[in-house]
Structure formats: structure tokens, C-alpha cells
């Protein structure tokens, strides 16, 4: 895959329905398509190399990560739109955001990277 389909892949998997009839987020891909691609693609060490992981890819990795992990009750929003961790071991996807932030060679992804794995456990519930 070039990069340049690679990014058109990673905003085709994150891109909101624009004819969306309630306020909700709705994507493209329903629920249960986003989960199996984020499972299957986007943590699947062989398909993913976390180590050349782009800005786009980890922009993609974490609006899926979050989301996935919000329709799994794994994270938990409050009014305002801030969000808490009920069990951060459990979360889906968390070894490939390891991966990442430990061999990803991208200065830029590096740092938000790690930043999202501090934030992530500075929300979890105690």
C-alpha cells in the first residue's frame, strides 16, 4: 500500500456519515465493522508496523481506539465530553499503543503517542 492510500484508508475508517439524522456520531462503518477492523488491522503487529507508524495512522489508531473502546463500556463520558477509564488493562487495543509509543521512529507520533498512554491512565477510575 502506498502511502497515499494509506492515508485515503485511514480517513475512509475514521469518517463520520454527514447524513446523519441524530446528533450522535455516526460513521460510516457501523459498530460492529469499525471493531473488527481495529482488532484485526490496526493491532495486528503483521499489518501495522508501529515502528513507522505516520501522524494520520495514530490519528486514525486513536479515534478508533477511543471510540471502540466507548461502545465497549470501557471508557466512560461525563456531561462536559471529558472522559475516565473503568479498567485500563482491559482496554482494547492498549499492547499496540504500547508498540507504539516504544518503537514508533516518528518524533511527532512518539510524543502524542505517549501523551494519549499518560492521559489514559491518568483518567483511570481507582
Same mark, same amino acid.
Given at each position: 500500500? !502506498?502511502?497515499?492510500? %494509506?492515508?485515503?484508508?485511514?480517513?475512509?475508517? !475514521?469518517?463520520?456519515?454527514?447524513?446523519? =439524522?441524530?446528533?450522535?456520531? #455516526?460513521?460510516?462503518?457501523?459498530?460492529? $465493522?469499525?471493531?473488527? *477492523?481495529? +482488532?484485526?488491522?490496526?493491532? #495486528?503487529?503483521?499489518?501495522?508496523?508501529?515502528?513507522?507508524? /505516520? =501522524?494520520? /495512522?495514530?490519528?486514525?489508531? +486513536?479515534?478508533?481506539?477511543?471510540? *471502540?473502546?466507548?461502545?465497549?463500556?470501557?471508557?466512560?463520558?461525563? %456531561?462536559? /465530553?471529558?472522559?475516565?477509564?473503568?479498567? $485500563?488493562?482491559?482496554?482494547? /487495543?492498549?499492547? !499496540?499503543?504500547?508498540?507504539? =509509543? $516504544?518503537?514508533? +521512529?516518528?518524533?511527532?507520533?512518539?510524543?502524542?503517542?505517549?501523551?494519549?498512554? *499518560?492521559?489514559?491512565?491518568?483518567? !483511570? +477510575?481507582?
Amino acid at each position: 500500500m !502506498t502511502e497515499y492510500e %494509506a492515508k485515503k484508508f485511514f480517513v475512509f475508517l !475514521t469518517k463520520e456519515n454527514e447524513n446523519s =439524522v441524530s446528533r450522535e456520531r #455516526n460513521f460510516l462503518l457501523n459498530e460492529k $465493522i469499525r471493531f473488527e *477492523v481495529f +482488532k484485526n488491522i490496526m493491532c #495486528n503487529e503483521k499489518l501495522l508496523d508501529s515502528s513507522s507508524i /505516520g =501522524v494520520e /495512522g495514530f490519528s486514525c489508531f +486513536k479515534m478508533l481506539f477511543l471510540n *471502540v473502546n466507548n461502545e465497549k463500556r470501557l471508557l466512560e463520558h461525563d %456531561a462536559s /465530553g471529558n472522559f475516565s477509564v473503568n479498567g $485500563i488493562q482491559q482496554l482494547i /487495543g492498549l499492547d !499496540t499503543l504500547w508498540n507504539i =509509543v $516504544i518503537f514508533c +521512529k516518528d518524533p511527532e507520533v512518539l510524543q502524542r503517542s505517549r501523551n494519549f498512554l *499518560v492521559d489514559l491512565h491518568v483518567r !483511570t +477510575k481507582i
